[in-house]
Nanobody, 128 residues
Framework: QVELVESGGGSVQAGRSLRLSCVVSRLIIDYYCMGWVRQAPGKEREGVASIYYVGGRVTLSYADSVKGRFTISQDNAKRTQDLQMNSLKPEDTATYYC???????????????????WGQGTQVTVSS
């Protein structure tokens, strides 16, 4: 079983930045995929960024909606992944979930359905 705990959400004005963090309870460092999925009220879940790690090689993937503004990173020693969110927009308002899996048939996937483990979510609110 893997537990994920997010932190770092909050309320900011458009154009500002926030950094989300996620701690992974167990991490076998040779092979995994993880990322961030968000869901706004009344909308579908959307994968925004992901990491595919295998044997020291890292592949990143971003949704078009956040490319150039969001940066995902990981630290195996600390068992963490972070999402740096810059130039935030009101449409970024959502609950953000940290996601993780050891089964990664499609690599750095943005498909929320591919992830078995989910955190409890952290709210990000961006006002105009």
């Amino acid at each position: 079983q893997v537990e994920l705990v997010e932190s770092g959400g909050g309320s900011v004005q458009a154009g500002r930045s926030l950094r989300l963090s996620c701690v992974v309870s167990r991490l076998i460092i040779d092979y995994y995929c993880m990322g961030w999925v968000r869901q706004a009220p009344g909308k579908e879940r959307e994968g925004v960024a992901s990491i595919y790690y295998v044997g020291g090689r890292v592949t990143l993937s971003y949704a078009d909606s956040v490319k150039g503004r969001f940066t995902i990173s990981q630290d195996n020693a600390k068992r963490t992944q972070d999402l740096q969110m810059n130039s935030l927009k009101p449409e970024d308002t959502a609950t953000y979930y940290c996601v993780f899996d050891y089964s990664c048939p499609t690599g750095a996937t943005l498909d929320p359905g591919q992830y078995k483990y989910w955190g409890q979510g952290t709210q990000v609110t961006v006002s105009s």
